[in-house]
């Protein structure tokens, strides 16, 4: 029997789940994924779901601790952003490359993700190849 394989999310950990998806959604032109506010608040209605799981963001109703973000083809990772109660206190174990489909990303990039909120960390360099370390409005790395 063959194993089918895996499908891939990736868990972020941060303050406001909801904020920092928005930001990835537009740095990367994917989406945010909808939630259901009729769903939630049936969950709720029904005693599931406490009024404390839930929040009010941008005029929806959304479940507060998590939010994720899709590609628009579906053929990448899920992103899931999830509310933790402690801040990040170490370099990130695991970080994010950008690259573009057809050629190198530039400074122009670079430039758009440092105006909408992006820190910039550093740059590196190994043999013709270079890139430029950045942070989310959360401080977890990428380089570009």
Known sequence: MTERPWDLQVAVDCDDPHELATWWAEALSWEVEPQDAEFIQSMVDQGF????EVRTFRGKRVWAAGAAVIHPDGHQPRLLFQRVPEGRTVKNRVHWDLRRPHGSPTSEDVER?????????GEGQQGPHSWVVLADPEGNEFCV
């Open 113 to 121: 993700l440092v105006t909408m909120g992006a820190q910039r960390i």
């Open 49 to 52: 779901a406490q009024e404390s």
